[in-house]
């Protein structure tokens, strides 16, 4: 049985309203929870303060992005100190809806968003190390690919990470973020194993497995019992899922 707790973010993206997210957050509000996990909902920017207020304390708020300076004339950005000043703790970064669409790179990112050690390691990061697009679904010949991204990713961002323990690593593969085609969990578990094995090359085995890896990609409540199964699956990072009940199945584990 592993240490390590399991972990479930929810990304809500450029979605919701007050009155919407108002609704989302009664009925985790409700929820009977199981304290075995971690949640950890990231609304958009303008919502933080709002869903900080309104939701139960056990669940965590995390912003969806921040920008790597203290303050100044950075038009549209979020410090970190900022973001800690209304009590949030998490980010999200590098998402690949950033690189794809924002056109952030993995060195952008890397360098842009770990330049401040005493900020960013008192924060939690959760970083999103996801797949180039690629035409097909996983197989035995395209994984050795996978890794080859994801291991020039994660060399990217080792450089500003002063503290891999406070860091949850979500693997998403590209094609399955909001196509309803999840990986397959068995080919989720290669790429998590292949992940922690690297990291216990950079930080040592017992900390490599206190390090929480989450898959992310279409989680839904019908396939997340099957994700949750893989001992190298430490939770999930859900977006449209979690804009809607099921969300409360996804965290509890159940479906
Ligand atoms: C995401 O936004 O990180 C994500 C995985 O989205 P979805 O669950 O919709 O595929």
């Not at 900022?82 to 669409?101: M, N, P």
């Not at 924060?123 to 020039?152: G, H, M, W, Y």
């Not at 406070?166 to 998590?192: D, L």
């Not at 009940?245 to 996804?250: A, L, T, V, Y």
Request: aromatic share 8%.
């Amino acid at each position: 049985m592993s240490s390590r707790k399991f972990f479930v973010g929810g990304n809500f993206k450029m979605n919701g309203s007050r009155a919407s997210l108002s609704a989302i957050i009664e009925g985790l509000n409700k929820a009977d929870l199981d304290s075995n996990v971690e949640i950890v909902i990231a609304p958009p920017a303008v919502y933080l303060g709002f869903t900080k207020e309104k939701v139960r304390q056990e669940i965590e708020v995390a912003a969806q992005n921040m920008f790597d300076k203290p303050s100044g004339a950075y038009t549209g950005e979020i410090a970190a100190d900022q973001l800690k000043d209304i009590g949030i703790g998490w980010v999200i970064l590098g998402h690949s809806e950033r690189r794809t669409i924002l056109g952030e790179s993995d060195e952008v990112e890397s360098h842009t968003k770990w330049n401040f050690t005493d900020i960013v390691c008192s924060l939690q990061d959760c970083i999103c190390f996801t797949r180039r697009p690629q035409r097909e679904n996983l197989d035995e010949r395209e994984s050795d690919k996978t890794l080859a991204v994801v291991t020039k990713q994660l060399e990217a961002v080792d450089k500003k990470i002063h503290n891999w323990e406070n860091t949850v690593i979500a693997y998403e593969p590209i094609w399955a973020i909001g196509t309803g085609k999840a990986a397959v969990p068995e080919q989720a578990q290669e790429v998590h194993s292949a992940i922690r094995k690297w990291l216990a090359g950079k930080i040592g085995q017992e900390k490599a497995n206190s390090v929480r890896i989450i898959y992310g990609g279409s989680v839904n409540a019908q396939n997340c019992r099957e994700f949750a199964s893989c001992p190298d699956v430490d939770g999930f990072l859900v977006g449209g899922a979690s804009l809607k009940p099921e969300f409360h199945n996804i965290v509890s584990r159940t479906s």
